[in-house]
């Protein structure tokens, strides 16, 4: 039962991050570089903050914690946000490029592969002793191909759209649309992407141990990680500003309230995503197969809800019966990659 649980809450963190970019489309008269940044403000700052407060047990500090741990991982922690940083950029492009469904898809399910493979092999070469290869055992294995079996076939689905679709009715979709740059954007977004459960994995043993509750251990580690991301968009954006003369967007009093609104808004429920990850591994403690896996699963997950979204927001809309078709096996694939590796 404790395994549904954690399953069920790690659904729910994957359903808000996939509505995330509803609040986004709300936002008025700014540019993609400052309604981006503001939105990162809170979703790599603010809320990875508070989350990572419930893992401090009364008597003790962050700052004590950062201290006190091993400087090395905590260095690597930020350094793997960094790179992760370039995935949250290029991962808000793919959108733009592919549209909700179909760039959250291939940009995820790249991810959701790579993440979980990379964790343990990198960890390996620092720490051989802590054996970190083991947690990639047969089930993991078929839980990610599997998860990328699934990935492909709404690939294939999103290519169908693209070949079957008149210019005019892509661009009604999805105002930007481009298939070919939007492909390469997506892929480069989910191998960076997948830093984010590297610097997990470099920094799951930064919490207090058993003064912190299991379901609050890895929310330390994840402000290190975003706000190593935090760095990377800031820079990016801050540059876009200069670039485009987009300064005066910070200007406009008149927005300032909505868009503040719908910024924190994205912001709660991008974050929610790894919120319900460190709550939903709680659950998943007697199954070191799920603990490992459950980084995987939830990407899984936002392509699932995701492209959800992306049909309800008319993406699909005008593709034919066997496109949508392709794109359902896709989402079924997937949802059974969430639970295939406990039945194994």
Known sequence: MEIIIGLLIIAVGAFCQSSCYVPINKIKDWSWESYWI???????????????????????????????????????TIFFGVLWGVGGLTFGLSMRYLGVALGQSIALGTCAG???????????????????????????????????????????????????????????????????KGLAIALLAGFMSGCFNVGLEFGKGINFGELTDPMFRTLPATLLVTLGGFVTNAIYCFYQNGKNNTWGDYKKGRVWGNNLFFCALAGALWYSQFFGLSLGKGFLTSSETLTTLSFCILMALNVVFSNVWGIILKEWKGCSKTTIAVLLVGIVVLIISSFLPQLI
Do not use: R
């Open 38 to 76: 503001v939105q990162g403000v809170f979703a790599w700052l603010v809320f990875p903050l508070l989350g990572a407060l419930l893992a401090v047990p009364a008597g003790h500090s962050l700052c004590e914690l950062f201290t006190a741990s091993n400087s090395f991982n905590i260095w690597m």
């Open 114 to 180: 790579l993440g979980t493979i990379m964790g343990p092999v990198l960890l390996n070469i620092y720490f051989p002793e802590l054996k970190p290869l083991e947690s990639l055992n047969y089930a993991v294995i078929i839980g990610v191909v599997v998860t990328l079996i699934g990935i492909a076939i709404i690939g294939v689905a999103g290519s169908m759209k693209a070949s079957s679709l008149s210019e005019e009715e892509k661009k009604a979709a999805v105002k930007d649309f481009n298939f070919p």
